[in-house]
């Protein structure tokens, strides 16, 4: 079984910056998925950025150019940089990770980010 545990939440003013971090208790190869959804208040979990199991990185229109998701396999982790942070992307953030060949998913119990001025 394996555990997300999430950290790096926090409010920020609109235009801040945060990094979310994301540790897998268990082993995350290389070729399985990784990445951020969030869920904000009265609106549907969404899609923010993966790496998925062919390799690719993709990002939601809302936070591309923005954003950026990177891995450390070596430490079973993954990041989210936050940049440019407005306040339509306070959300509560969940990490996701989800194995190639059975997909099985696991997520985060989720991490808070607040943006107001």
């Known amino acids: 079984q394996v555990q997300l545990v999430e950290s790096g939440g926090g409010s920020v003013q609109p235009g801040g910056s945060l990094r979310l971090s994301c540790t897998a208790s268990g082993i995350i190869g290389s070729g399985d998925a990784m990445g951020w959804f969030r869920q904000a208040p009265g609106k549907q979990r969404e899609l923010v950025a993966i790496l998925t199991t062919g390799g690719s990185t993709n990002y939601a229109d809302s936070v591309n150019g923005r954003f950026t998701i990177s891995r450390d396999s070596a430490k079973n982790a993954v990041y989210l940089q936050m940049n440019s942070l407005k306040p339509e992307d306070t959300a509560v953030y969940y990490c996701?990770?989800?194995?190639?060949?059975?997909?099985?998913?696991?997520w985060g119990q989720g991490t808070q980010v607040t943006i107001s001025s």
């Open positions: 996701y990770a989800r194995r190639r060949f059975t997909a099985t998913a696991y």
